[in-house]
T-cell receptor
């Protein structure tokens, strides 16, 4: 089954404790991205990756890092989480950025930083 | 990417067709119209997309006006499980892959 998986699904952590949210897709997609969703602000893109070893900032990259060492994985790293990063996070993937392809979204990771 | 305008909310009776409008008057020639939905706090789900012609798949139909300035998503027989926020997104082939989610239309399907 074609899917995007994220782990963990729920996470409560404390300020400053480094964490990683994993994202994996099984569709051999070149393009992957991360969004965060906050009430009243909708979904906003954090980072995206056009292919392996190619990443770039989205609209709200501050406080986040990503890496793309393998095509299937695109982890989101919060090196020193702060309460304003409490949010619902979604990973997405699609075949390539430029084509009229559907994007597949993961189930979401609800992060709370205290 | 062109800006889209959608009604904030709509109701639909179960079993009836749900027609969700979207205005995208500044759409350019190479931009596609996409529809996604988000049920509660789940990941957004792709529904359908089109360029000029009307499109139909197992989930919905997409009607695009001839001038491409507006479109309508049609769920032919809405069920309670179709209650969701529906997003109309316009994006072109030269973009970075980013989807710009507006506020969308909250569709409430009622028994």
């Amino acid at each position: 089954e074609a899917q995007v998986t994220q782990n963990p699904r729920y996470l409560i952590t404390v300020t400053g404790k480094k964490l990683t949210v994993t994202c994996s897709q099984n569709m051999n997609h070149e393009y992957m991205s991360w969004y965060r969703q906050d009430p009243g602000l909708g979904l906003r893109q954090i980072y995206y990756s056009m292919n392996v070893e190619v990443t770039d900032k989205g609209d709200v990259p501050e406080g986040y890092k990503v890496s793309r060492k393998e095509k299937r994985n695109f982890p989101l790293i919060l090196e020193s989480p702060s309460p304003n990063q409490t949010s619902l996070y979604f990973c997405a993937s699609t075949l390539t950025a430029g084509g009229p392809w559907e994007q597949y979204f993961g189930p979401g990771t609800r992060l709370t930083v205290t | 990417d062109a800006k889209t305008t959608q009604p904030t909310s709509m109701d639909c009776a179960e079993g009836r067709a749900a027609n969700l409008p979207c205005n995208h008057s500044t759409i350019s020639g190479n931009e596609y119209v996409y529809w996604y939905r988000q049920i509660h706090s789940q990941g957004p789900q792709y529904i359908i997309h089109g360029l000029k012609n009307n499109e139909t798949n197992e989930m919905a139909s997409l009607i695009i006006t001839e001038d491409r300035k507006s479109s309508t998503l049609i769920l032919p027989h809405a069920t309670l499980r179709d209650t969701a926020v529906y997003y109309c997104i316009v994006t072109g082939s030269s973009n970075t892959g980013k989807l710009i989610f507006g506020q969308g239309t909250t569709l409430q399907v009622k028994p």
